[in-house]
């Protein structure tokens, strides 16, 4: 319903009781549902999601655009919102009764760019703990934040499409949308890599081989157990026991001499018992 031209204002408790019952209905045929809800006031809360919406924010040719998404994703109204590999659908209640269909595709990461980025973060990351939490050195957050060579795409590597009328290239319903995906990512930042088609486990890899060798040239050590131990501590994981690690053939000469050995292991384990 429109009034002298301009659409009729709907109070925002009216909107989001009207998101709540889309959701409602919807999940009776659709179990996969995935409404965004803000956990807090705040439209980003970790650094991923933050420098998701900074990216976006400072293109001139979103900047004027994309704050219409704000007040839609505060009142619920991304009543679905599903991320995989370079693609984002969503559902976005409007006016209607029924949501409009959201499509944003991203373009993978180019190759080039993304052996530079784990080239440079060689020896800069302790874990992939402290990576999902933003907590690396200033270089490396400039580093990912970089435009046109970091990890948050462009404009030209995103497409976006709206079954709404509005005929704006970014119209209200894609820009909660894309607001939207900040919020996934404050929920799983790894989400992120997954959109530009990379594995996150590259960024760290780099750094455990780098320090495992460093381990081994101050301590001087060669031992496979010692480095296992070593690494296992400093990055908080587990990596396979030795014990797993498939038998190698035994050479005759050392089953003849293993056998040498035992009535003489025996007759320890025997005297100690008797002592």
């Known amino acids: 319903m429109f009034y002298d031209g301009y659409p009729k204002y709907v109070p925002v408790a009216e909107r989001e009781e009207k998101a709540l019952k889309t959701?409602?209905?919807?999940?009776?045929?659709?179990?996969?549902?995935a409404p965004v809800s803000l956990q807090t006031n705040s439209l980003a809360r970790t650094w991923w999601a933050k420098a998701w919406n900074k990216n976006l924010e400072s293109?001139?040719?979103?900047?004027?655009?994309?704050?219409?998404?704000?007040?839609?994703?505060?009142?619920?109204a991304v009543v679905h919102l599903g991320l995989k590999t370079g693609q984002v659908e969503?559902?976005?209640?409007?006016?209607q009764r029924h949501p409009y269909e959201v499509r944003v595709d991203i373009k993978a990461l180019p190759k080039d760019t993304w052996?530079?980025?784990?080239?440079?973060?060689?020896?800069?990351?302790?874990?992939?703990?402290?990576?999902?939490?933003?907590?690396?050195?200033?270089?490396?957050?400039?580093?990912?934040?970089a435009k046109g060579s970091g990890l948050f795409p462009t404009p030209q590597e995103i497409r976006m499409s709206c079954s709404c009328p509005d005929g704006a290239h970014m119209c209200k319903?894609?820009?909660?949308?894309?607001?939207?995906?900040?919020?996934?990512?404050?929920?799983?930042?790894?989400?992120?890599?997954?959109?530009?088609?990379?594995?996150?486990?590259?960024?760290?890899s780099t750094a455990i081989?780098?320090?495992?060798?460093?381990?081994?040239?101050?301590?001087?050590?060669?031992?496979?157990?010692?480095?296992?131990?070593?690494?296992?501590?400093?990055f908080g994981i587990e990596?396979?026991?030795?014990?797993?690690?498939?038998?190698?053939?035994?050479?005759?000469a050392a089953s003849k001499?293993?056998?040498?050995?035992?009535?003489?292991?025996?007759?320890?384990?025997?005297?100690?018992a008797q002592s």
Do not use: W
Not at 257 to 272: D, E, G, I, L
């Open 23 to 33: 959701v409602a209905r919807l999940k009776k045929s659709r179990p996969d549902l």
């Open 59 to 76: 293109y001139a040719d979103y900047a004027y655009r994309i704050s219409r998404g704000r007040s839609y994703v505060r009142h619920r």
């Open 90 to 95: 969503a559902l976005v209640q409007g006016s």
């Open 115 to 145: 052996t530079a980025l784990v080239d440079s973060c060689a020896g800069q990351i302790d874990s992939l703990a402290e990576l999902i939490e933003g907590r690396f050195p200033k270089a490396l957050s400039e580093l990912f934040t």
């Open 173 to 204: 319903h894609v820009a909660a949308v894309m607001y939207g995906i900040g919020v996934r990512l404050d929920e799983s930042p790894n989400l992120l890599f997954s959109l530009r088609g990379v594995e996150i486990e590259a960024l760290i």
């Open 209 to 234: 081989s780098e320090k495992s060798e460093r381990l081994l040239q101050k301590s001087g050590r060669r031992s496979a157990r010692v480095l296992d131990d070593d690494v296992s501590t400093l």
């Open 239 to 252: 990596l396979e026991d030795a014990k797993t690690a498939p038998a190698t053939a035994e050479t005759p």
């Open 257 to 272: 001499a293993n056998q040498a050995k035992t009535p003489t292991s025996r007759k320890k384990t025997s005297t100690r």
